[in-house]
């Protein structure tokens, strides 16, 4: 290990910007390897949210660079979201390759937006630049961070829209805009005419990425040209993918390694472990998965970049390429392949009654014999809350017993698993759905039923109707779990997940229009009969 010293320098970008970062060296007159993290928190705080202080890793023998991204930190220029930081990226990689002692070779590590800006930096091709670690990322920014199934993702997008705007309310020095957006930051102002869009960023943050997000709430240019997956092609470096299960971008993250694996020449490894956004620990929500899920990811890039950038040996970055902690059983698993595309269905079945007894509906493995109707009446004055899983804040496991309870909610339960049941990939929503409003929301929830009574969710998704197209079919949350023997899967279906999706009024405007006076009780009808099944689809 080496003692480390820290200086702060600073690049002039080609448009005569300075980028300012923080540079910690080890303590010696040898040459080492490069590690970059460009972020735009501010470079002191160095994500060490999730990773190990710069110092740690510099004392393993790199020169690490946090760097802060433009107009962010200590930066000059004007921050604009992803715009900048390929051109930005490459001059910085460019830059870095000629420090004196360095071995003019570069790695990327970050999560989050510092995972984006490897992606972008990789993007333009610096020679410098070997292997990048993106960590909880978007593929397609519109399906994978903004919206989900064309549900605009209220709590995450506007909780991080206030922070990056007091952030810069505090860079210009605008007192009461800061002060405004700290507290709006502790308590989400989901009370104004239109909830999907408060008006304090209207006033505190004119400038904010948020307008642009909420008024784009389809698929179009703006969103391709900021997404990762434009870039793709022009991508080939060795990846260490990193997710959680219960990270709202875990969507990007396994479509960006799936991607890179069908198209790279180099290795592309892949961890997913039981966390959320933040932290990467043992516990999470209300579930204790053990010291065996406290993250290594710290050593594991250690590992990575010692291979890459310094040409060691290092065997488990191959016979280990995937490491999937298992929920459940609390082990990590090292499958070959992501999934096996195994699957197996249960179908709904009930006497009309899922919303009002939990011994009404059920999950039966067989496609019943005669016609099943079950209706669930959506009220915008008492929308059912969000609890957990992965879009929510704070985001896991949590018990739902009583919030299956509700009215609102159909709930449909398995006998109990004569086995243990294995999960790995992707749940599939199969419903036939109607409503008597042009617009509605669906909200899915798959839990683990135990004897003791409590209900714990592993995989949730959610989707936006405005045209419906039966079935309606759609993707959840990525999962691996061991459900146990003795308990029960359930399914949890409602017509609202508020604050982490934002409220359907019914009317069939864009979330930014959609006002809460106009908000409508909107009726849904579920069935299932032998030709129509309604049904969730497990991957084994």
């Known amino acids: 290990m080496y003692q480390v010293k820290q200086e702060t320098v600073s690049l002039i970008t080609k448009d005569g910007i300075r980028l300012d970062a923080d540079i910690y060296r080890p303590d010696s007159i040898e040459s080492f390897p490069i590690l970059l993290m460009r972020q735009p928190y501010g470079k002191k705080i160095a994500s060490t949210v999730v990773y190990a202080h710069p110092i740690w890793y510099a004392s393993h023998g790199y020169i690490v660079v946090i760097q802060d991204v433009r107009g962010r930190g200590g930066s000059q220029g004007d921050f604009n979201l992803f715009t900048n930081e390929i051109e930005d990226g490459f001059d910085t990689i460019n830059w870095l390759s000629q420090l004196p002692r360095s071995t003019g070779k570069v790695g990327m590590y970050g999560f989050s937006y510092q995972g984006m800006t490897q992606l972008s930096a990789a993007s333009a091709k610096p020679k410098a630049l070997k292997t990048i ?96 997956k434009s870039l793709i092609e022009k ?92 929920m459940g059983s609390n082990q990590w698993k090292h499958p070959q392949n992501w999934s ?50 992965h879009a929510s804040i704070p985001s896991g496991s949590f018990d739902r017993s009583q919030l299956d309870t509700r009215f609102d909610i159909l709930t449909y339960t398995s006998k109990k698993l004569v086995q243990d049941l294995s999960l790995s990939g992707v749940p599939f929503a199969q419903l036939y759905c109607t409503s008597d409003a042009v617009s509605f929301d669906i909200c899915v929830v798959l839990s683990e039923v135990f004897p003791d009574g409590k209900v714990y969710n592993f995989s949730q998704g959610y ?78």
């Open 133 to 228: 670690c993106p960590a909880m990322i978007a593929y397609d920014l519109y399906h994978d961070w903004g919206y989900e199934n064309g549900a605009f993702c209220l709590q995450t997008n506007l909780g991080w829209a206030i922070q990056i705007a007091a952030e810069t309310a505090r860079l210009t020095g605008n007192t009461l805009s800061f002060q405004q957006l700290y507290q709006a930051s502790r308590n989400l102002p989901l009370y104004d005419p239109i909830p999907a869009y408060p008006n304090i960023l209207k006033e505190a943050a004119p400038d904010s990425f948020y307008h642009d997000w909420i008024n784009h709430a389809k698929p179009d240019d703006y969103w391709d040209r900021l997404s990762p």
């Open 235 to 326: 991508l080939d470096l060795p990846m260490l993918h990193i997710g959680g299960w219960f990270d709202p971008y875990l969507r990007g993250t396994v479509n960006l390694y799936h991607g890179m694996k069908q198209k790279s020449s180099y290795a592309q490894n892949l961890i997913i472990g039981p966390w959320g956004h933040l932290p990467w620990g043992e516990k999470l929500g209300s579930q204790n998965y053990t010291k065996v899920a406290a993250s290594f990811i710290d050593q594991y890039q250690i590992d990575w970049f010692d291979h890459y950038l310094k040409g060691k040996e290092v065997e488990h970055l191959y016979s280990q390429p995937i490491s999937l902690f298992e």
């Open 340 to 389: 096996s595309n195994q699957e197996k269905s249960y179908y709904i079945f009930s006497q009309g009654l899922a919303n009002v007894r939990e011994d009404n509906g059920q999950l039966v493995e067989k496609i019943p014999d005669h016609n099943i109707y079950d209706f669930i009446i959506h009220d915008p004055w008492r929308p059912v809350p969000s609890l957990g899983g």
């Open 463 to 540: 989707i936006r109707i405005n045209d419906a197209q039966l079935p309606i079919q759609f993707p959840l949350q990525p999962t691996c779990i061991k459900l146990k023997k003795g308990n029960c899967i359930r399914l949890s279906i409602s017509g609202a997940c508020f604050p982490a999706y934002a409220l359907n009024t019914g009317t069939g405007k864009l979330p930014h229009e959609e006002k809460l006076i106009d908000a409508k009780v909107i009726t849904l009808k579920i069935w299932s009969q032998p030709d129509q099944v309604s049904k969730i689809i497990l991957p084994l």
